[in-house]
């Protein structure tokens, strides 16, 4: 199945940007990032930033930019039956214009990315290209997606903590 991806949510007060792979299909399905229910990333979010991971999407997404942060994923549009994302067809990858992003808001210091796969798919597509880029820290955290189940969604919210307190976001 061909999926295509959201646009970035950034605004002029960006500092760290996360990146993930490719919506999943309820994230799609509801045009919202990270609409699993089971997916960590909203209550993470909630608990650094301190709003609540229920309110709308709406109040949530102007917490996050309130506090510096921008989303947005790797992937612009691939092949990928499903949500996982050891699914997508490599072959049919076609990268967002994160450098582009990066040009455009100079005040992202700092890409985080949600899970190995979206740093995977960066280092592979992206990484190469905008080696030039000069001041951006990168941090590869876990997965806040239900497939990753090796840490405990308390577990993942201690390290987002620590990364984010780091750039100074909270």
């Excluded at 996360?18 to 509801?30: E, F």
């Excluded at 214009?97 to 990066?102: A, C, T």
């Excluded at 990315?113 to 740093?119: C, E, L, M, Q, Y």
């Excluded at 919210?157 to 100074?168: F, N, R």
């Amino acid at each position: 199945m061909y999926v295509v991806g959201f646009p970035p949510v950034v605004d002029d007060r960006a500092r760290v940007l996360v990146l993930g792979s490719m919506p999943g299909v309820r994230s799609l399905d509801a045009d919202q990032y990270y609409a699993h229910p089971r997916n960590a990333f909203w209550p993470i979010m909630g608990e650094i930033f301190g709003f609540d991971a229920q309110t709308a999407y709406a109040v949530r997404i102007k917490a996050l930019q309130a506090a510096g942060v921008a989303l947005w994923d790797v992937v612009a549009r691939c092949d990928r039956p499903g949500s996982l994302d050891a699914a997508i067809v490599r072959a049919s990858i076609v990268a967002n214009d994160i450098g582009g992003l990066l040009t455009q808001y100079p005040s992202i210091d700092h890409v985080v990315f949600n899970g190995g796969a979206a740093a995977s798919l960066y280092a592979r597509h992206l990484r190469p290209a905008l080696s030039a880029e000069s001041g951006v820290r990168y941090t590869a955290l876990p997965s806040t997606s239900p497939a990753h189940a090796a840490m405990t969604p308390a577990a993942k919210a201690v390290v987002w903590q620590a990364a984010l307190t780091a750039t100074g976001s909270p």
